[in-house]
């Protein structure tokens, strides 16, 4: 396999502001790559970085094995890129604005930003300003897509999209990697991930925390187990459980998040005369929002305990 | 959309990409093809007003001189009206070089005002090609185009260069047929070489204003950039033209490119190319510090010039008003200072400017004689005499940005979120008006300072030129009053630009109106010709009446209009 995108304890900083740190990534070529992260954590400085639109403060960014601020036009040439935020234009057209960032790259294939034109049903003739959010989105959409690139670089692109619109969204990107493309995502809607990717880097306070298959990233995963009693619930029998945590009595009722095999669990319970069994598997999203809600809550206390002392 | 040749092969380094329709090469110059071809379509406009404006003045000014001064013995008495003016009047003209001629008199006259009016140009389009569009967020789609950060700052300043030089050459040949044309006695006909060499004099002196923009907005971005740029060309002109009058000034001046040009007045026949030579180094090094800077700085960081924070009690977030106020207060301060800044150096000046009436009579003879009705050698006089007109124009450019800034509720789509809270329309445009209302009046009060100051030091009666000051803020508050009612009816977008235009028209009707002997009705559509003179106490009360109904009736208009129009 290729790396298409390469980082190496890249770092960058805003004066005394955090931006990224010690980021390490590699992105292989056909792979939808996600790059999750609540708001705040570095998703859009990372990318800036990858395109030399940004300098890092140390460590270093290969995208098709170039090295970012080396030469950026070498990468700039494959890839499509559509920013976090951006405004274009007021005074021109979606039409003209895409004739314009075509032209940046030498031409476009006018067949193909037509089609895409439609699958967006886009109204090219309106000026940008005149547009609403979800449709500048699309102009930055297709001025992203209509070079097919090798590479797309796209940061929130379903940002003000409709379902049906981010549908045509997906399936874009799933013909760009079924040509060969690549495509390097941030987002922090973990759904949106969890349907599009290959593989997901989560990124937190600047520092990558994980980096993992979509599936392993589910397998890190708890259940959350739901047990009924008729009487009151034998809350240290389970306890003494292995991978049982955070559990919560209400009246007859027993909640516990199980992490890792939930068998010993069942058992316990078939044997203290549970009454009723509800167990979920968590989407990623909860995943994540366990993980990190659980380790900010952590390094809270630790940072409470430093204090203290 | 440009026509474009179809082709069939494939762009470089895009193996997925079907067949590409290859830019053409006029829209790789002018349109949308390129960084370059955009830059120009954009700057088009701006092109045409400077153009215009300069090639208007230096054929305005031909045909006024022409008929003014036809016969030889009118001309001997101008060269003696001229070797007359003391010092501290020559600092705002050029040096007085063969001005029997009509090329000599032009280049006295009104040689730097070309320079400024091209480096202002300048300034405002390098410290925004860049600046406005990294904040804005396009830069940043721009920037991941196949091709380096360099080459984007080279094609945008390369789209400036070619405009400032089509206008150079526009103003070329405007000179020449001009003078050609209108010309009455020998030696006024300028040849070739002359006005081409007036054009090279007013471009080099434009673009080294504006390389100083370009080479500092990458760091501190646009408004820092035009402000420093700004007053690096205006101080070094009053320092430049001043340094005679002032000896203090005369190390200063040396630093300054309009002295370094000094000498070089082609419209008079006196050439100096070679000092354009280091001024055109200067341009090159801060063009290519600029490109430097822009390549190798992350896009769209900038450090902020650091400034006092303002007070927490004026910040101004109790209510639309006070927020419009809090908003509006340091530009309002700037423009007060700098008016100040002026005014006090202006008023500090008629001491000495008394002192050379009072060495020669006929001078003074002369003087009492063209400025009837009051006496210039008082610090009031000389501030009428002086001051007051560039103050108008300063005070309402001031106020055309304060209008922006309130429009840019709307503009910058804030407006919804207040509108959304229990905030009529009407009132959100007449609180917001008050507030820009109060930023006038701060910009009013500190310029009243700076002539206070400078009258007293001059040891003149200071009452008289403060209280006169108060019609150069009522002039401010009427034309923002029209930008209201513009803003409130039609759209915010042009609420700024209308006041711009209306202070800029209205200086031109000033100066081209006596100049071209145009009917009286036409001087009396600018609105200051109905002011008196403010500064030696002879006020105009129609004027003032005027200027009160606009600014009251402009801003109730522009609530009225509000409530009758979608907001964009």
Redesign the interface.
Known sequence: MTAVIRTEKLTKS?GSHRGIIDVDLEVQKGEVFGFLGPNGAGKTTTI?TL?????PTSGKAYVFEIESSAD???I????G?L?G?????DR?TG??TL???G??????????QAQLIERFDLDPSRRFREYSKGNKQKV?LV?ALQ????LLLLDEPTSGLDPLVQQTFFALMRE?VK???TVFLSSHILSEVERSCDRVAIIREGRIARVDSVDGLRDLAHHQVELRFAGTPPADEFKKLAGVSDIVVEDHLLRLRVLGPITPVVQAAARLGVTDFLSREPSLEETFLAQYGRESAEAGAAAGAAGAK | ?AA?AP?QAP?????????????SLW??LYG????YA?TIRDSRLAFLIVAGLLGGIMLAGCKAFAAAYSTPASRLDLQNVIDNIPPVLKGLYSNPVNVQTLGGSLSWKYGPMFGLIAGLWSIVALSGTLASEAR???L??????????R?IAIEKLAAHLTGMVAAMAFLAFVTYAGSNAFGTLPGDALPVSAAVGFAAWVGVIALVSGSVAWAIAPFAGRASAAGVAGAVMLGGFVVSGYSTSVPALAPLANLTWFHWTAGDLPLAGQYDWISLVPVAIIAVVLFAVGIEAFD?R??G?TSAIPVPAMPGVLLGVRGPARRAFGERLPLALAWGIGLAIYAALIAASSRSFADELNKSPDTARLFTTLFKGYDISTGGGFLQLMFVYLGFIVAGLGAATLVAGWASDENDRRLEMLLASPLGRAWWAISGGIGVMAGIAVMTAVAMLGIALGVAMAGSDVLTPVAGALVIGLYAAAVAGVGFAVGGFFRNTIAGETVAVIVIATFLIEFLAPLLNLPEWVHGLALTSHLGQPMVGNWDWYGIVACLVLAVGGTVLGGIGMRRRDIA
């Open positions: 805003y800036r395109l030399d639109l940004i300098r950026p036009a070498a700039h040439r494959r890839i890129y920013p935020e951006f405004a274009l234009y021109l039409g003209q004739e314009y960032f032209n940046l790259r030498g031409g476009v294939d006018k067949a193909y930055g001025a070079n097919k690139p090798e760009s040509e060969g493309g | 959309m474009q082709a762009a470089a380094g895009s193996p997925l990409l079907g067949h590409v329709t290859r830019v829209s790789r949308l093809g390129s960084v955009k804005r967020g396009s940043d789609m721009v920037a991941a185009a196949p091709f380096g950060k080459r190798r992350d896009l960081t």
